[in-house]
């Protein structure tokens, strides 16, 4: 049993579904494009349905173009340079470009992505200065790294381990160059072992 669809709820679902695709099959045009233009009965409004009014119009400009051949055949969207341009369907796609980059920056940058790293730094004996160490290792600078707590945590024969945490800009520092970077206080520390890790 076929159902049909109101053609002003049609033209609403497509309209929303326009905002975010160009096309209604991939980022280029292809027959899906002709065959929905086909079901539209009038040029929709500009005012109430504004991305299915663009696609409406720049679908209308490409009529007559290769993309109604035949699939399998081979077809040259662009065309050979020695070709007119279509300066109407230039347009919309900077048109479309435009829109594009103002939706682009008016979301602004994204979140930075910043992780919370605790290690664990074993010292070589129970007579490593640990005090040392951590300052030591609070020496590292770089740039997306923030120190924060430490601790000293009993690992037995009187052994002490320092256990110390910090923030981290994940783009800029990675667990691997942090204990690469503590492994250069060879005088001191004898391991290191990251206890924990956590996105912020």
């Given at each position: 049993m076929s159902v049909s669809v109101p053609s002003n709820l049609f033209n609403t679902i497509l309209n929303g579904y326009l905002e975010d695709n160009s096309f209604i099959v991939g980022?280029?045009?292809?027959?899906?494009?002709?065959?929905?233009?086909?079901?539209?009965?009038?040029?929709?409004?500009?005012?109430?349905?504004?991305?299915?009014?663009?696609?409406?119009?720049?679908?209308?400009?490409?009529?007559?173009?290769?993309?109604?051949?035949?699939?399998?055949?081979?077809?040259?969207?662009?065309?050979?340079?020695?070709?007119?341009v279509d300066e109407e369907a230039e347009k919309l796609k900077q048109q479309r470009l435009e829109e594009y980059r103002a939706k682009k920056a008016a979301k602004g940058p994204g979140p930075v992505a910043k992780s919370m790293i605790t290690l664990d730094v074993k010292p070589w004996d129970d007579e490593t200065d640990l005090a040392e160490m951590?300052?030591?290792?609070?020496s590292i600078a770089m740039e997306g790294l923030e120190w924060k707590s430490a601790q000293l945590v009993a690992i037995g024969y009187g052994i002490k381990k320092l256990r110390i945490s910090c923030v981290v800009i994940d783009e800029h520092v990675s667990t691997d160059l942090l204990e690469e970077k503590i492994a250069e206080f060879e005088?001191?520390?004898?391991?290191?072992?990251?206890?924990?890790?956590?996105?912020l």
């Open positions: 980022a280029d045009l292809s027959q899906a494009d002709n065959d929905v233009f086909a079901v539209i009965s009038s040029a929709p409004s500009a005012d109430k349905l504004p991305h299915l009014s663009r696609w409406y119009n720049h679908i209308k400009s490409q009529s007559g173009s290769a993309v109604a051949a035949d699939d399998d055949e081979d077809i040259d969207l662009f065309g050979s340079d020695d070709e007119e951590e300052r030591l290792v609070r005088d001191f520390v004898q391991s290191i072992d990251v206890e924990a890790f956590q996105k």
